[in-house]
């Protein structure tokens, strides 16, 4: 048996008798003091006369639903964490419970090793617990936490939104879609998230969608055995098993093909993988936090992604801000910047004048913090002296300008990308969006051009109409 933290007490709530005393006995095991019902009403009577650390409902109850209990709890800002159980497949229930303040929610039937793992970690996070006290004294978070955050510099009002919106959604469970522009610093809000969170001490694995090969999608993903496809010599894990316990963050969610969106759902819905070649499943718990720079309800309405996916994966949204809503912060991120830049490279920080700090406030900045950063970072390589002189001649071509000439584009992938996009446009044009006549034009097969324009988002008429 483990030795809880003083005798944490559990309220339980489900009207199934036999599963009211299963889990009542293995919480009982743990530990824990444990109170257990059968319904709303008195649930909610045992809440008015004491306060627990953790609630754990089951969704249905003879009179009414568990999400009620949400809500009630909420409106008194009791401090519980409270645990929804929620039968399989309904995913829709789920993301309702995490929106209405849930710490996290199972799915039926219960998997009793996640169970008493997610107890252990509402209970660490509850109001009062040796956890929270001690975190309370350090300053409300965990180790690590306030490194993550500060390297989101800057304290703008979109800024500041962006972190306090990090501090409420840290402690919970509910999936996390980071939205905002190409360099903008996704995956540092993602870091942020993950070093704020009870999961802080555990692996956060950040994992480029659009960087995987579509043939290795599955194996990336939830593993492979030994034999399973042509070079796996060896059994391997995925970036499932490789975050277990801790954070996985899904970098431009969505350049995923739509057969992988199905899995991923599957995998993040049942909280359980099969790795490539395996007959067994293999029970994951991990928190997915995804990121992208793309408008992803316009892809669900276009069909270039799963709607079922797009509402699992945003119960909660953040989105960052690009550099030229947040001007005020340039200072402040100049100067981060150049200390890091100057610590890599071994040298002195340059001074940062005001009159460089002006020109670059006027300067668009399209490719936001990342392109800062590059230029930064060619400012000192280059300058002489103690001050830092910045060259603010463009270096990213105009769309079908020619690069022959010596100009190389700041950001590759996104200049690749537009001339493939005009490219692709003024063949589907020249065909009449024939897209079999378009493709064989350019030496395409009919599935690599469809693949082209559903990840470059090129509007086209309805297929069934011209191939």
């Not at 700041?410 to 020249?430: G, W």
């Not at 470059?456 to 109409?465: A, K, M, S």
């Amino acid at each position: 048996m483990t030795a809880s933290p003083a005798a944490a007490q559990v309220l339980v709530v489900d009207d199934e008798p036999d599963l009211r005393t299963l889990y009542e006995l293995t919480l009982l095991r743990e530990g824990y003091r444990v109170e257990a019902t059968g319904t709303l009403s008195e649930a909610w009577s045992l809440l008015q006369d004491r306060r627990f650390d953790a609630v754990i409902t089951d969704m249905r109850l003879p009179d009414g639903l568990g999400l009620e209990l949400l809500y009630r709890m909420g409106a008194q800002q009791r401090g519980e964490r409270c645990i929804v159980m929620t039968a399989y497949g309904s995913a829709e229930n789920a993301v309702e419970a995490l929106k209405a303040g849930a710490f996290d929610y199972l799915t039926k039937p219960v998997d009793l090793k996640q169970f008493r793992s997610v107890v252990a970690a509402a209970i660490s996070e509850a109001p009062g617990s040796k956890r929270s006290s001690a975190a309370r004294a350090q300053g409300s978070r965990p180790p690590g936490a306030e490194v993550a955050v500060q390297r989101l510099v800057g304290d703008s009002p979109p800024m500041r939104g962006v972190k306090e919106r990090i501090a409420k959604v840290a402690r919970s469970m509910a999936p996390v879609l980071v939205r905002g522009e190409s360099g903008t610093g996704k995956e540092l809000v993602a870091k942020a998230i993950h070093a704020s969170s009870h999961r802080a001490q555990a692996p956060f694995v950040a994992v480029n969608c659009g960087a995987i090969p579509e043939a290795l999608l599955e194996a990336e993903f939830f593993g492979a055995r030994k034999g399973s496809y042509t070079g796996a010599l060896q059994d391997r894990d995925g970036y499932f098993q490789a975050a277990q316990g801790g954070t996985l963050f899904l970098d431009e969610i969505g350049d995923l093909p739509l057969a992988m969106q199905s899995k991923l759902l599957r995998a993040i819905q049942e909280r359980q993988v099969r790795p490539l070649g395996s007959t067994q499943e293999l029970a994951v718990d991990v928190r997915i936090v995804s990121a992208t720079h793309r408008d992803l309800a316009a892809d669900v309405q276009s069909g270039r992604f799963r709607q079922d996916l797009f509402y699992r994966l945003n119960v909660i949204e953040i989105v960052v801000p690009p550099l030229r809503q947040r001007r005020e912060d340039l200072p402040a991120l100049c100067e981060a910047l150049l200390a890091r830049i100057a610590q890599e490279s071994g040298v002195s920080p340059p001074k940062l004048s005001p009159e460089v700090v002006e020109r670059l406030a006027q300067h668009p900045l399209p490719g936001n913090v990342r392109e800062l950063e590059n230029l930064l970072h060619r400012a000192v390589a280059l300058s002489d002296g103690d001050v830092l002189q910045v060259d603010l001649a463009p270096t990213q071509p105009a769309p079908g300008e020619n690069t022959a000439a010596g100009k190389v584009p700041s950001d590759l992938q996104a200049y690749l990308d537009q001339q493939e996009r005009e490219i692709l446009v003024k063949t589907l044009q020249e065909t009449q969006f024939n897209r079999t006549a378009a493709a064989q034009r350019l030496g395409l097969t009919l599935r690599q051009i469809r693949y082209r324009i559903e990840r470059l988002g090129i509007p086209v008429p309805r297929e069934e109409t011209n191939d």
